[in-house]
């Protein structure tokens, strides 16, 4: 089994900084692609930053000021650093790792449950 798992949301006012951490860990035998997405209430998840399979950084336009995306070395952790955060940033942030079990095995889409991202004074 794959485990993805989300953490560092909180509450924070305008204007202030939060660090989210996503942690790949269980049975991967590589991790091709991860990559964070948020989902605001009544809204689609959206695509906020991610790492693609050639290691280049992909983020939104609507954050690329203000987020930062990295990874440790062995790639199974990502750190999503968010500044000057807007009430509009608000929304759940899950992290997803496509990876595979074994060298022949298929790609698939592993995702963790979630953490909250609140902004608000």
């Known amino acids: 089994q794959v485990q993805v798992v989300e953490s560092g949301g909180g509450l924070v006012q305008p204007g202030g900084s939060l660090r989210l951490s996503c942690s790949a860990s269980?049975?991967?035998?590589?991790?091709?692609?991860m990559g964070w997405y948020r989902q605001a209430p009544g809204k689609e998840r959206e695509l906020v930053a991610g790492?693609?399979?050639?290691?280049?950084?992909v983020i939104a336009d609507s954050v690329k000021d203000r987020f930062t995306i990295s990874r440790d070395i062995a790639k199974t952790t990502m750190y999503l650093e968010m500044s000057d955060l807007k009430p509009e940033d608000t929304a759940a942030y899950y992290c997803?790792?496509?990876?595979?079990?074994?060298?022949?095995?298929?790609?698939?889409?592993?995702w963790g449950k979630g953490t909250l991202v609140t902004v608000s004074s």
């Open positions: 269980g049975s991967i035998f590589s991790i091709n692609v």
């Open positions: 790492f693609s399979s050639g290691g280049n950084t």
């Open positions: 997803k790792a496509s990876a595979r079990r074994t060298w022949f095995g298929s790609l698939t889409d592993y």
